[in-house]
């Protein structure tokens, strides 16, 4: 496992955009899968983003495509999930997770960070 550490939310209005980041000091955060999921209060958590190690494979949800972005920069140790466009059904906490493989399913994570809210006011 690693320890996996997310920065970057906040509160935003309808429409504006949010750079969310994630990162662990272990070298092995680079050949991992880094996904974000999301849970909003009272729901599940939910699949949003994944990369692969490589960083050339990527998947988002059809809820965030097109409006969310995920990215990874191997020299800085970084996952980023570039968010614009929110609306404020994206409201929620944000965790990043790291995994063996490209996945959409919380089940091949094992590694999780804390978490960062993100808040869309409308």
């Known amino acids: 496992q690693v320890q996996l550490v997310e920065s970057g939310g906040g509160l935003v209005q309808a429409g504006d955009s949010l750079r969310l980041s994630c990162t662990a000091s272990?070298?092995?955060?680079?050949?991992?899968?880094v996904g974000w999921f999301r849970q909003a209060p009272g729901k599940e958590r939910e699949f949003a983003a994944v990369?692969?190690?490589?960083?050339?494979?990527?998947s988002h949800a059809d809820s965030v495509q097109g409006r969310f972005t995920i990215s990874r920069d191997r020299a800085k140790n970084l996952v980023y999930l570039q968010m614009d466009s929110l609306k404020p059904e994206d409201s929620a906490t944000y965790f990043c997770?790291?995994?063996?493989?490209?996945?959409?399913?919380?089940?091949?994570?094992?590694?999780w960070g804390q978490g960062t809210q993100v808040t869309v006011s409308s």
């Open positions: 997770a790291a995994g063996a493989s490209l996945s959409r399913d919380i089940s091949s994570f094992n590694s």
């Open positions: 272990q070298r092995v955060f680079n050949n991992l899968a």
């Open positions: 990369i692969s190690g490589s960083g050339h494979g990527t």
